[in-house]
């Protein structure tokens, strides 16, 4: 995986660098996506971590950094072209192995159609712009020691309630959000305790009373 992202990322230097010097020669340049492996347990590719990426501008390669990450349990991001300055991904849809996305620009949306390869960690398609024209694109996903939850996992783990603890990566525990009620009720829990241990009742005890510790 390291040595095809290191042949990809120089791929796209020599095209960069080949055009100043040949700039009417189109170059050529690579937009497929190989089978690769399937991921384990036929689970849907996990998008999440930042991306390189490459498009054909008429014969001259334009390229920059895409970053992908959650917002709950959607996708979201951003993309920055080498050029240009950053601009939002508003949508990210996956769908089986077809990805389709809408990047903001001042003109108006772009979109992206295109597929993923078997093992999740390349992207090829069309770049559609808001006047129609098309560009090729590729994206390469760059190793990462993070593993994040997929897309699956957080939207399942959002409906089983607040007692069921995320899988979160090894040295990390966590458990879902509590709703807010939940949340006032532990934290008058903890605070009664705390004016207990700092200023306890002639018998030690306090009783929660209109939001206020009363002894008994």
Known sequence: MEKAMKRFITGAALAFAVVPAAASE????????DAGAATAGGEPPNL????????????EPSFGLMSIGF???TYGGSLTPVRTAP??????????????MVVASRE?????DGTLSANGNRMCGTVTYHGGRTLAMVAQKRPSIYQSQSQAQRASGSKRG???????PRGRSTKCRLSGAKQLQRARQRNDRFRAQVNPG????????SGRCMAE
């Open 202 to 209: 002639r018998n030690g005890r306090y009783r929660a009373r």
């Open 162 to 168: 607040c007692d069921h603890p995320f899988s979160m």
């Open 71 to 73: 917002v709950g349990d």
């Open 26 to 33: 189109p170059v050529n340049m690579r937009f497929e996506c």
């Open 108 to 112: 108006g949306d772009v979109l992206f």
């Open 87 to 100: 601009v939002v991904v508003r949508t990210i849809t996956l769908t089986g192995y077809s990805i389709h």
């Open 48 to 59: 999440h971590g930042n991306w390189d990426f490459l498009m054909d501008a008429g014969g």
